[in-house]
């Protein structure tokens, strides 16, 4: 079965950094372009941004542009988002998600939590 566990959330002070990690597994991961999503509390879960099977384009929400940065390792079937100068409106619970045919994602994992203090 499919697995993806997210880690590396924690609570960290604006202006930190966190490397968020999401192991695959069940899969064959090169086939899937992978995403990062957030929820914040009472909004509803955003793009955060997005990385081709390849690992060549990516794509990110305006918000985080210059900030975060997504990349993957097909080898160790992982995905990673680097996120620098944290905000307290980064605080939210962070998902990845994995995509196979190009429409809604076909696999989320449980989520970890990144909290920026001011």
């Known amino acids: 079965q499919v697995q993806l566990v997210e880690s590396g959330g924690g609570l960290v002070q604006a202006g930190d950094s966190l490397r968020l990690s999401c192991a695959a597994s069940?899969?064959?991961?090169?086939?899937?372009?992978m995403a990062w999503f957030r929820q914040a509390p009472g909004k509803e879960r955003e793009f955060v941004a997005f990385i081709s099977r390849s690992g060549g384009p990516t794509y990110y929400t305006d918000s985080v542009k210059g900030r975060f940065t997504i990349s993957r390792d097909n080898a160790k079937n992982m995905v990673y988002l680097q996120m620098n100068s944290l905000k307290p409106e980064d605080t939210a619970v962070y998902y990845c998600?994995?995509?196979?045919?190009?429409?809604?994602?076909?696999?989320w994992g449980q989520g970890t939590q990144v909290t920026v203090s001011s």
């Open positions: 998600a994995a995509d196979k045919t190009g429409g809604d994602y076909d696999f």
């Open positions: 069940g899969l064959t991961f090169s086939m899937y372009t």
